[in-house]
């Protein structure tokens, strides 16, 4: 009799489930087919709105880079750091520019006085600059430059005056930056735009216009590279529906007989088929596109398909008005829909089968407990602690499993938390540990944290020892308080500490009001952080009111094979250097004073530079300091010193 009530309701479950399915599976597909329409409104709207946002954000980025580099040389001029006399100089600044600006196709600037200076990097790599100036009697001539920005090779010469340029006497009827039209280049590879902006003096004459180049050739390649459903497309026309670029593979410009060159031409006379209709579409409602504005999303029928359609208005604050056009066939969706009713079917069959091995529902009594004691387990294994899934309300051996296993997790969670606490703790001290000990000295030593070194470990190198020393401290600290001294020497060293870190050195001491720095590097970082420090506190005695007179300070730089390690005995050890050559430094440093200069090296760091025309040096003396029984001679460099003093020096 028990037997047959067990079989009666496995029958009764069997055929509840099959219903169930067959009910919930032809409802889906129902749903699904008629819901499909919606679907695809919606994916296609979001794959248009995708598509328009990525291009607008690429086309802003790509744009700004001209007007950047326009903005920039402006400034340098009106600073002060460039001025457009010196072709010299704006040569060398146009040159580096064009290395940098690696989206821009060509830098220029003309003049009022009738010169001009262009950097082009050519495909080949080849970096030329065109230069106009009284040299050249009128001519603009084309270079071939070195590695260096040399010129090396004339290429060409042709009589050019940039005022009589339109995209000069554009800028200058502007007054201010701007973008020219749209051109083709004169080797038909390719169409571009620039960016030109009038440069003024102080009194608002007007001195030159800057001109920077837009190759349009990359924002094509980049439509290209953008994946708009199997067959569907974009381009970027201009507001009189001039083609910019377009993601097919038709050239924005073509072959126009009666000018006998190749101009950019209208989207509504394109060779493709879905270009030229939907700018056609557009031209028709929206009066010849002056009623498109913001960001529109439309459809239009084109041989009996729908077309999705999203237009958006792309503008920029130099007068930039371009149009981004995303246009996608509806049939390229479908085929979505088509294979989801072919799934749903599918699924249909798969379910009746599986209706039929109800019985399985037996075991999932035993499975899924024991399934959620594996999630919970997973999670315990990435650090997540929250085990409340477990079935710890039952009363068998499962339910003990469980209540073990949450105890054990609680466990663990504790110990991990004490064990970060105490990973925290032994960073935070390392951490303070390098405040004391600069990590270049253990990277000198090849140790990765303060607790591996040892007494004893030591290095050998060749290095240049820098000493920086302020002239007449002990006289000034006597005019101030405990507290004012040391909140003056951690100012003063507060300013100094950064540059020396900027230039690949480190600090191996403060000796009250000195700093002794090493340079692991090169002589020359050394020599550019000293006369960076020596700039950096003209611009700190300007700021500083904590004392009356100029803060100075002298500098002594010597390079030479040094020890580095550790000295000291069981329970107190430190980091130093031992060698003659820091002696040497400390007394060169010393010599500032007797010599009345801020910067002195010795001829061993002289001869560690790499370039010493790049620095103002002059000999001072040959010297023998004390210790010492071979003279040596001192240099000064004084790249730091206002003009006049050098002119005087």
Sequence with gaps: MHKKTKSSLRTVLIIAFVIQIITVV??????????????????ASQLRTEITARISQHLSTYIAMPHLANQMLSENIQLGFLKVTDISSLKHYLWHQAQHFKTVSYLGIGTENAEYVGAQVLYNGLTILEVLDKTTQGYLETWETDKQGHLINLRSSRSYDPRRRPWYRAAVTAGKPIWSDIYVYVDNIGMGISANQPIYDAQANLMAVASVDLTLLDIGKFLKSLKIGRTGQTFIMTRSGA?????TSEEPFRFNPKQWRKEPFKAVESRDVLTRATARFLSRNFDNFSLLKGDLQLDFILDGVRQFLQVLSFRDQYGLDWL???????????????????????????????????????????????????????????????CCNLPIERTDEIGQLAQSFSSMATQLQVSFMTLNDNQEKLKQLNDAYQRFVPYEFLNLLNKESVIEVQLGDYIEREMTILFADIRGFTTLSEGMTPKENFDFINNYLSQMEPIIDK??????????????????????????????????????NQTCENHALPLRIGIGLNTGPLMLGTVGGKNRMDGTVIADAVNLASRVESLTKQYGTDLLITHHTYQALADTTRYQIRIIDRVI?????????????????????????
Aim: hydrophobic content about 50%; overall charge negative.
């Design 26 to 43: 032809t409802l889906t597909g129902l749903l699904s087919f008629y819901n499909g329409r919606k679907a695809v409104d919606d994916l």
């Design 243 to 247: 083609l910019v670029a377009t993601s």
């Design 324 to 386: 981004i056009v995303v246009v996608v066939p509806e049939t390229d969706f479908m085929a979505r829909i088509y294979k989801n009713t072919r799934l749903t079917f599918l699924l249909l069959v798969i379910a009746l089968i599986l209706a039929t091995l109800a019985g399985v529902l037996t075991a999932r009594w035993i499975v899924h407990p024991i399934h959620r004691l594996t999630i919970a387990a997973q999670r315990l294994s990435t650090g997540q602690w929250d």
């Design 503 to 540: 230039y690949h050195g480190f600090i191996d001491k403060y000796i009250g009001d000195a700093i002794m720095a090493l340079f692991p590097t090169n002589a020359d970082d050394a020599v550019s952080c000293a006369i960076a420090m020596l700039t950096t506190l003209e611009a700190y």
């Design 625 to 649: 300091v004390k210790g010492k029984s071979e003279p040596i001679t001192l240099y000064e460099i004084f790249d730091a010193k206002a003009q006049t003093t050098i002119d005087v020096n």
